[in-house]
């Protein structure tokens, strides 16, 4: 998403815009790896909207707190909604910031490395043309989703008879040549060379993995919900925070 130093820099931006340290946000920000993007998400989200205020043509504003009145963070409180927001002439309204991943990241993220992998390891076994392979991932069985092997078991792969069952074939010049992996293999994939692409270009395919059955089951569908009871609690606590505007930022791959 951003690395970290235009994090930080972003972060002290908007510190100094408010005229407060985001001592929570900037916690957030260093704890667990797999939360780490919905909260950069809540900052870009932050960030902007500081920024929108300050930068308006026909308004600067040079004080801290008059920036702070208008745009008030989470800060240190639970159980509130991200950002609140007192523009002018407007009534205020409350932000809350979501991020959705893959349900399975790492999985999504293997389907997309292991045809690489695949031509990597055919090319030191000393396939002709490995490199320019076009690769088809299909599910061995159609009921499930295609799941390639956990990239920690790669390498014994290639000690498996199936592999070098299918090294030698390519090197025989098939290369109508499948490398069929099942349960015992953890994994539910056919690898499929479909030919040589020609020129410098490299193909490979897929089935998109985690595709929901119905629209109840997507996962945006299932974070509106969940921020929608979430605001049921806060009303049913006392706490009415109206209107709400919900910003929904989604990993790349979902």
Known sequence: MISEPQAEYLLSQCETWLGTNLNKLREDLTGEQKQTKSHLWELMVLHATAYAVISRPYKQYDSNSEVSSLIQPEGEQEAVPDIFLQPDNCEPFWVEVAYITPRNQQQETDIIRFPSWVREELSKG?????????????????????????????????????????????????????????????????????????????????????????????????????????????????????????????????
């Not at 539910?188 to 060379?193: D, F, G, K, P, S």
């Not at 806060?234 to 990993?251: D, Q, R, T």
């Open 126 to 254: 000393k396939v002709a043309d490995s490199q320019h392979l076009r690769i088809r991932l299909k599910p061995a069985d159609t009921s499930k989703d295609v799941q390639v092997p956990p990239n920690n078991s790669w390498r014994q792969l290639l000690k498996t008879d199936k592999w070098k069952t299918f090294l030698a074939e390519l090197k025989s010049g098939n290369f109508n040549s499948t490398l069929c992996l099942r349960e015992t293999d953890n994994a539910n994939v056919i690898v499929t060379i479909e030919g040589i692409e020609q020129g410098n270009s490299v193909s490979s395919s897929f089935p998109a993995p985690n595709v929901p059955k119905c629209a109840k089951d997507h996962p945006i569908y299932r974070k509106i919900k969940e921020k929608a009871e979430q605001g049921k609690k806060w009303e049913k606590s006392g706490k009415k925070y109206e209107p709400l505007v919900l910003f929904i930022g989604a990993s790349e791959r979902l």
